[in-house]
């Protein structure tokens, strides 16, 4: 089978002054895990297919970390943690299995096996809507595993993943137990996404969660971070929205908005991703996003005449903080609102002939000036 990853490994040591730890190949061990594919990249490391070695029924998915420096996340974490995660049950989170370092020195992390894909390599081929709608489907999940003592300690997008029938899924870590004593050190995926405060070493609460929730929505609707932060999080930038994913649904969904609709969204963004102040919890993000959807979906079936449409109707799902949108599929794009009427013009028809008539008048008018030249 070929390695997707050979290519990166080899151009690795041109990549830093320090080389990178090398990947492990499919047949290689992670611990009593075999590595039977390669699957994807994302800004924290790589996503590989794995069997239990004793148990060839048991599959599992693995990620390699890039970065030998978050060895104190992942392990420290793992040891601390492993078994309150494993017993939360929360729906749409896959727990971490095992972990340890890989042959080259990495540290990996296992959690159960599902299909589908990094959030982040197909989102930005989604509607705009369906992908805002993502969001509150995280607040849902993160509303079911509070209920089970369980808060957000990072957000690292390439542990959210989606399945091929769009559930969203959290795997591995990232949430924490409530009063968990592990490190709070972060892994570098999550730290342009991770209120400031936490990156100096705070533990986390409801503010810096909403923060983290707010930087994932400018990557859902942006497909980055804002370029000004410095080039920490131009790094995470180029590892955001991965070379798979199209743009193209992305930019018909922002061009069929009207100007204040992009205008209310742009104010929503900002406030969201910068300013840390406006949604002092993950409820009042959700609704907030929930509203803007309410608001577009009313304009839309006012436009068309039709209160209660199909597509008003599919947003009432997300109303409300946190709620689960009803449909699970992409909605289609939003089409503009209608203009205010404007007084009424002639007909075309009757201003082509007025046209014709008066270019035929100047064409005659014309020939008798050229015939009576000629004559004289």
């Known amino acids: 089978m070929t390695d997707p990853f050979a290519s990166s490994r080899a151009s690795s ?28 990249e994302v800004g924290s490391g790589h996503w590989f297919r794995v069997e239990h070695a004793l148990a060839t029924a048991e599959a599992g998915l693995a990620i390699v970390y890039r970065s030998d420096a978050d060895a104190q996340a992942v392990l420290m974490r793992f040891a601390e943690e492993s078994e309150a995660l494993g017993r939360a049950s929360v729906p749409g989170y896959g727990p971490p299995l095992d972990s340890g370092l890989s042959p080259g020195g990495s540290p990996y992390l296992v959690v159960p096996f599902m299909e589908g894909a990094p959030l982040m390599r197909v989102a930005m081929a989604l509607p705009l809507r369906r992908r805002m709608e993502l969001l509150l489907e995280l607040v ?40 968990s004593q592990a490190p709070p ?53 180029a590892v955001a929205v991965e070379a798979s994913a ?44 929930s509203t803007w959807l309410d608001d577009t979906a009313a304009t839309q079936a006012a436009g068309h005449g039709r ?10 799902g997300g109303a409300g903080a946190g709620a ?38 100047l064409a005659v008018a014309a020939l008798l000036v050229w015939l009576l030249l000629r004559a004289h």
């Open 307 to 316: 209160p209660g449409s199909g597509v008003a109707h599919a947003s009432a």
């Open 185 to 237: 050190v972060l892994v570098r995926a999550a730290e342009p996404l991770a209120d400031p405060r936490q990156r100096t070493g705070a533990r986390p609460d409801a503010a810096s969660e909403a923060y983290a929730l707010g930087r994932l929505l400018g990557l859902l609707i942006n497909g980055r971070l804002p370029r000004r932060e410095g080039a920490a999080d131009a790094r995470a930038d």
């Open 324 to 361: 689960r949108p009803s449909a699970p599929m992409p909605l289609s794009p939003l089409s503009p609102p209608a203009q205010a009427s404007a007084p009424l013009k002639p007909p075309a028809a009757s201003v082509v002939e007025r046209v014709a008539g008066a270019l035929a008048v």
């Open 140 to 179: 849902a999940l993160l509303d079911a595993a509070q209920a089970r003592g369980l808060v957000l300690h990072e957000l690292d997008p390439g542990m959210l993943w989606l399945s091929p029938s769009q559930q969203l899924c959290w795997l591995g870590q990232g949430l924490a137990p409530r009063g």
């Open 246 to 289: 199209t743009p193209v649904a992305s930019l018909q969904s922002w061009l069929s908005l009207s100007a204040a609709h992009r205008e209310s969204l742009d104010r929503l963004l900002d406030r969201a991703m910068t300013d840390g102040h406006t949604f002092p919890d993950r409820t009042v993000l959700a609704q907030a996003v």
């Open 13 to 40: 040591p041109d990549a830093s002054p320090r080389a990178a730890p090398p990947l492990p190949a499919v047949g290689e061990r992670l611990g009593v895990w075999r590595i039977t594919a390669a699957l994807f």
